[in-house]
């Protein structure tokens, strides 16, 4: 057993930090603060996002309002974060993992460098989207929302982003305007559609 008194480590491990209790001898739990983080994050969104749809009209499950639907993803973001939060207390605590950062003392971690590559392009495929889905239409604004989404992956070859492109294109086709009888624009007004 290690002499706690000298200040030696008593016990060491790769998911966190570990103390022991001179008393006891017993492990004492730890907790992640980035999940604990997330998980408050997500409660908080859950929360606005189910308030804000109580002003409108909820319908019934056949019937949906268009209060419904926000409605039910704030709910289910809410008990997302509660799982998360739990997690952060129950599992193991792998912000070292994460971070590249160990520190046996407990001291404050840092998060891992934001990642700007797919950062950046997730988030062009998201505008251009709603930038271009009524210019374009379904099947050119899909396949370049996708085209640009596979790119944030660094190493992507032009078959590995342009299967998953022509996929979802058809993917689309297939459960909106075939599937769910949708009147989406196929080509869209710039292309004369």
């Known amino acids: 057993m290690a002499d706690i008194s000298a200040g030696t480590p008593a016990a060491s491990s790769s ?3 570990t103390n022991v209790d001179p008393s006891e001898g017993a492990r004492q739990r730890t907790w992640s603060s980035a999940d604990l983080a997330a998980g408050i994050i997500f409660v908080l969104l859950g929360l606005a996002f189910a308030l804000g749809s109580l002003q409108y009209e909820m319908g019934t ?23 998360v939060i739990v997690k952060a207390f129950v599992g193991p605590d792998r912000t070292a993992d994460l971070a590249g950062v160990s520190d046996p003392q407990g001291a ?13 392009l997730v988030l062009a495929a998201v505008l251009f989207f709603a930038l271009t889905f009524e210019g374009l239409g379904l099947f050119l604004s899909v396949f370049g929302t996708s085209l640009l989404a596979s790119y944030a992956r660094p ?13 979802l294109t058809v993917a689309s086709w297939l459960i909106f305007v075939l599937g769910l009888q949708q009147r989406l ?9």
């Not at 190493?155 to 996929?167: E, S």
């Open 185 to 193: 624009p196929l080509l869209g007004e710039w292309l004369g559609g």
């Open 108 to 120: 404050p971690r840092e998060f891992g460098r934001l990642q700007w590559r797919p950062t950046v």
């Open 15 to 17: 998911d966190g930090p």
């Open 155 to 167: 190493g992507t070859t032009a078959v590995q982003a342009l299967a998953p492109a022509a996929g």
């Open 61 to 83: 499950l056949l019937k949906m309002g268009p209060g419904y639907v926000p409605l039910s993803v704030g709910l289910v973001l809410c008990a997302l974060g509660v799982g």
